[in-house]
């Protein structure tokens, strides 16, 4: 039987996946392999992949049905020919950016929470880089929440948050949408703090993105100070992993249990990065969460 070599990266999470070409098809034991590597580490980079927009289109679709991109501040997708991949650079052509999220800073986020099916995952292929920046980091939402204090656990017990829709990551308001000035009317989905994942069923904190966030039925000041320390928990070191990019990576990560950030970059340097994001399902509260 072909096998793979799956290499911890971290202790936290995240590992190096050997022994495949994801230009060729993938028998079914070795795709098996793959979902059981991902399930484990969360996040799987597999080295020198040197792919097409269609091989990396078919790899993902192995994973099941695609996600378009969501809506960028452009309001159309950077590849008209493939309209499922999602451009991330800072260049410019003739004064036009080719992609999104430019080059600074991306804070820790899930990808697309505010929508009411938020992706099952991720992957993103290194087609250009710079000399230095842009590292990638992924935090595991499963420590986050196994290792939260007793106290921390019952506050969050049954309760959701807003995932505001109006800003992505890298703080760009998205196309259509205002400033919001009070979050318990900010627009975006409602989940729960604590999910069950939909293949492990495990408990895994689930917060999307800072701004403009709010715990549902609480005072502002309250939700706000909970939030504060949610998130101070959340990215501790010790849950995460770094990714120091070399080209032709490609990392795929799972958006449910992990949240994920960026460090900026040189504005002068060039970044170019093709993702593609694997369509995911309403999430459900864990019944730990109610229970605690």
Do not use: C
């Not at 292929?125 to 710079?130: M, N």
Request: without cysteine; charged residues 25%.
């Amino acid at each position: 039987m072909p096998t793979i070599t799956v290499t911890p990266i971290e202790s936290a999470l995240g590992a190096d996946v050997s022994g495949v070409d994801l230009r060729a098809p993938i028998a079914p034991e070795v795709f098996a392999q793959i979902r059981q590597a991902w399930s484990q580490h969360l996040v799987l980079r597999f080295r020198g992949q040197r792919l097409s927009d269609p091989e990396l289109l078919a790899f993902s679709r192995l994973f099941g049905e695609l996600d378009p991109p969501g809506p960028n501040p452009y309001g159309k997708p950077f590849l008209a020919e493939f309209p499922e991949i999602n451009v991330i650079s800072n260049v410019k052509v003739d004064g036009q950016p080719i992609g999104n999220l430019g080059d600074g800073e991306a804070i820790w986020h899930n990808d697309m929470t505010y929508i009411e099916t938020p992706p099952r995952g991720a992957m993103l292929h290194a087609l250009s880089l710079p000399v230095s920046g842009g590292d990638t980091y992924w935090a595991n939402m499963y420590l986050a929440y196994e290792r939260m204090p007793a106290r921390l656990r019952e506050r969050i017990a049954g309760r959701s948050a807003i995932h505001d829709a109006t800003y992505n990551s890298a703080g760009i308001m998205r196309k259509g949408m205002k400033p919001v000035t009070d979050p318990r009317q900010a627009p975006g989905a409602h989940h729960p703090l604590v999910i069950a994942h939909p293949e492990s069923g495990r408990p895994a904190l689930f917060l999307g993105r800072r701004r403009n966030s709010y715990i549902v039925g609480l005072e502002l000041q309250e939700s706000e100070d909970l939030l504060n320390e949610l998130w101070e928990h959340a990215s501790r070191p010790e849950f995460a992993m770094r990714q120091v990019w070399q080209l032709h990576d490609l990392v795929l990560w799972d958006n449910l249990a992990t949240l994920h950030r960026r460090d900026s970059f040189d504005p002068d340097a060039e970044r170019i990065m093709h993702r593609t994001q694997i369509k995911g399902s309403r999430v459900k509260a864990h019944d730990v969460a109610v229970a605690a």
